[in-house]
């Protein structure tokens, strides 16, 4: 059972719009902690899509866009494409563990 | 261009001992705070734990279901970063990444190794 909650799963057609929700406590990201955004394809490592709850590192398309609201987090990805099919996973601090909690990871197939 | 090399997974049996090595390259390993990061097949990411630079004390803080029987350690003068294992059980059983660990509004992790799997059966 992870800390934060996310769907297992999410789908969308080539070109829509998906959204993933986060939902966090008053412990992690409703303590204020910003939320981190990986994605990740099978049998590889993860890689950093979004962190500081909104802020795209060098690389990462503007399809994808993060937003964050009292306990809760989403990660919205526009325009979708096939290649955007892969595991995402939301994270953040949390006060009373006293390091990292990620969501247990949503899989996005892409339709 | 950062690169984080992990080795020394394997099959090891419940009870058993095992190190990982992490090499890291294209940043300076001695200021940077390094974590890291297990998935268990098919399972999500549980953050394990951190080692502070030397600068900052190059203390090494644990996750919980570590805390004891995990250590974490560095040698800055190979850009190494370092997990021994002991005790080890089943549910230990894992590919285990080491990462970068940056802080904004909390941790999190901008960079990670290839991984290493970590079998433990009898």
């Known amino acids: 059972q992870s800390v934060l909650t996310q769907p297992p799963s999410v789908s969308g057609a080539p070109g829509q719009r998906v959204t993933i929700s986060c939902s966090g406590t008053?412990?992690?990201?409703?303590?204020?902690?910003?939320v981190h955004w990986y994605q990740q394809f099978p049998g590889t490592a993860p890689k950093l899509l979004i962190f500081?709850?909104?802020i795209r590192p060098s690389g990462v398309p503007d399809r994808f866009s993060g937003s964050k609201s009292g306990t809760s987090a989403s990660l919205a990805i526009s325009g979708l494409q096939a290649e955007d099919e892969a595991d995402y996973f939301c994270?953040?601090?949390?006060?009373?563990?006293?390091?990292?909690?990620f969501g247990g990871g949503t899989k996005l197939t892409v339709l | 261009e950062v690169q984080l090399v992990e080795s020394g997974g394997g099959l090891v049996e419940p009870g058993g001992s095992l190190r990982l090595s992490c090499a890291a390259s294209?940043?300076?390993?001695?200021?940077?705070?390094m974590s890291w990061v297990r998935q268990a097949p098919g399972k999500g990411l549980e953050s394990i734990g951190l080692?502070?630079?030397?600068?900052?004390?190059?203390?090494?803080e644990y996750a919980a279901p570590v805390k004891g029987k995990f250590t974490i350690s560095r040698d800055d003068s190979k850009n190494t970063l370092y997990l021994q294992m002991n005790s080890l059980k089943i549910e230990d059983t894992a590919v285990y990444y080491c990462?970068?660990?940056?802080?904004?509004?909390?941790?999190?992790?901008?960079?990670w190794g290839q991984g290493t799997l970590v079998t433990v059966s009898s």
């Open positions: 990462s970068l660990r940056w802080w904004h509004g909390g941790e999190y992790f901008p960079q």
């Open positions: 294209g940043f300076t390993f001695t200021d940077a705070w």
């Open positions: 080692i502070k630079s030397r600068t900052d004390g190059g203390t090494a």
């Open positions: 008053s412990s992690n990201i409703g303590a204020g902690y910003n």
């Open positions: 500081a709850s909104t």
């Open positions: 994270q953040a601090q949390d006060s009373s563990l006293g390091g990292s909690v």
